[in-house]
């Protein structure tokens, strides 16, 4: 663990953590409509809330695009363009969500991290974002709500890492430097308690 704590990790988590703290619904749904996403609908600052607020397609599925490569481009640069230590690009995932979902910008009031947390899993794993996706889609289809697939799909994803530690086939970038699949497995569980956090509402209107 002594690796852990370094300079270099040091500001890899500060510009993460920056670079997932940028608020495109918040920005977004304010330009188009003058609204503040944090107290309209259900104040989430993510793409289901941003379109609800602004009843614009074009507004969600941008809010989604760009939040996905929030994710995958700052892990990708980490991973393939620059190399970092696998555990530090890790490090630096977890501080994208964190970002995400507690921006400083917005008073630590942010997005729930799925699309985020998405386009991070793209790189560091595909397979947990095609577990997730179809977990989702099923869930959806017999509950249609989309909070309640939200969680349970999220749920699902220490499943699927998990089945990566017993199928070798399932092990993705295992090439990449310093890669360990211990901090594989332990970093992709703190991401998804991470994305958990701000689905508690689920369980709070569920239980009222």
């Not at 040091?10 to 609204?35: D, E, H, M, Q």
């Not at 507004?59 to 929030?70: A, E, F, P, Y």
């Not at 899993?121 to 939200?150: D, E, P, Q, T």
Request: glycine letters at 8%.
């Amino acid at each position: 663990m002594a690796e852990l704590f370094t300079i270099n990790n040091f500001v890899i988590f500060v510009l993460c953590y920056l670079i997932g703290s940028f608020p495109t619904a918040y920005i977004l749904v304010k330009l188009r409509s003058n609204k503040d996403l944090t107290k309209e609908g259900s104040g989430n600052v993510g793409t289901l809330n941003s379109f609800t607020v602004s009843k614009s397609k074009a507004i969600g599925i941008t809010v989604l695009l760009i939040d996905i490569l929030k994710g995958a481009l700052p892990v990708y640069f980490m991973m393939f363009i620059m190399p970092h230590p696998y555990q530090s690009v890790l490090l630096g995932a977890c501080a994208l969500i964190l970002g995400h979902n507690y921006p400083v910008w917005l008073r630590f009031k942010g997005g729930r991290g799925l699309a985020t947390g998405a386009g991070i899993f793209l790189v560091v794993n595909y397979y947990i974002f095609i577990g997730w996706c179809v977990v989702w889609l099923l869930v959806f289809i017999l509950k249609r709500k989309v909070l309640i697939a939200n969680t349970a799909a999220t749920f699902s994803l220490p499943v699927y890492v998990l089945l990566i530690n017993f199928f070798s086939f399932m092990l993705v970038n295992s090439q990449a430097a310093g890669f360990s699949l211990n901090y594989f497995n332990v970093y992709s569980i703190i991401i998804t308690a991470i994305i958990l956090s701000r689905h508690t509402e689920v369980f709070k209107k569920e239980n009222k």
